[in-house]
Structure formats: C-alpha cells, structure tokens
C-alpha cells in the first residue's frame, strides 16, 4: 500500500510559500508545505495539520489544486494538494523537518525546477493556482 500526501499551496500578495526540506533523502530541495496523513485523520484535517507543522499558518482549505498517483518500483503515493488561505499564524519554522522558509514568485517557481521536490507535481498545483484552475472541495467526500 502506497502513501497518501497531502498538503496546501499558500498565495498571498502574488507569491507562493514554499518550504526547503531537511530530509536526508530531499535535503534542500523546495516544496509546499505538505506530508503524510497520519491514521484517522481526514484529508482536510491532515493538509490543515502539515501545512501548520511545516510554515505555522492555520489555513482554510479553498479548493482541490491537484490530485496525482505515482506508481514507481520505489516510489508509490497518491497525493492531494489543496488551495487554501491563511486564518492566521506566523512563520516557524521546526530545524528537524524544515531548512528555510520563503515566499517565490510563480516565475521564480517556474526557473528553479531543479531545486524543486518533485518539480513536475509541485509546479501543476501551483499553476493550477496561478491559473485559478481550482476544483470544488465539496466533490470529496468524507465519511467518518
């Protein structure tokens, strides 16, 4: 059984809050704030959560960004990138998960896909974005 991923993309002010991750294995690369979803907890909550833990903003969930499945030999997730709005928070940033913390505009975005995790993925949520290419949060469905 693959990995669920989920995590938000944060605009305000025509720039996007990516996060440099401190993982061994993606050390230094950029992303949105994003992770795995914990048992019990609900997409949205789990989005809600990581985003928290990984910028320290509370956000509302606005709509679906993106949905992708990847099914490599090493690598097999499904993931759920949201569009949100900030409620309220600051910056924090937690050294065992996080390196750094900045907002890019969507062109820089678009120049670095070299340093970014998953560039492919990271770079269609943020157009979609950017694009106002937003799907309605209400076609998910949860059922406790």
């Not at 989920?6 to 401190?22: F, M, P, S, T």
Request: glycine fraction near 6%; charged fraction near 30%.
């Amino acid at each position: 059984m693959g990995k669920i991923i989920v995590g938000g993309v944060i605009k305000k002010d025509n720039k996007y809050l990516l996060v440099q991750e401190a993982q061994e294995k993606c050390r230094g690369k950029w992303n949105i704030p994003a992770g795995h979803l914990d048992p019990n907890e609900t997409i949205f909550d789990g989005a809600k959560r990581e985003i928290f833990e990984e910028s320290g903003f509370n956000v509302d969930i606005t709509g679906i960004a993106s949905i992708s499945n990847r099914v490599l030999p090493d690598d097999e997730f499904l993931g759920i990138i949201f569009s949100t709005e900030i409620i309220d928070g600051e910056i924090s940033i937690n050294p065992n998960e996080i390196l750094d913390i900045k907002w890019f505009t969507y062109d820089e975005i678009l120049n670095m896909k070299d340093q970014l995790r998953s560039d492919d993925l990271l770079i269609e949520a943020v157009s979609n974005v950017e694009n106002n290419k937003i799907a309605d949060k209400d076609f998910i469905i949860i059922i406790k």
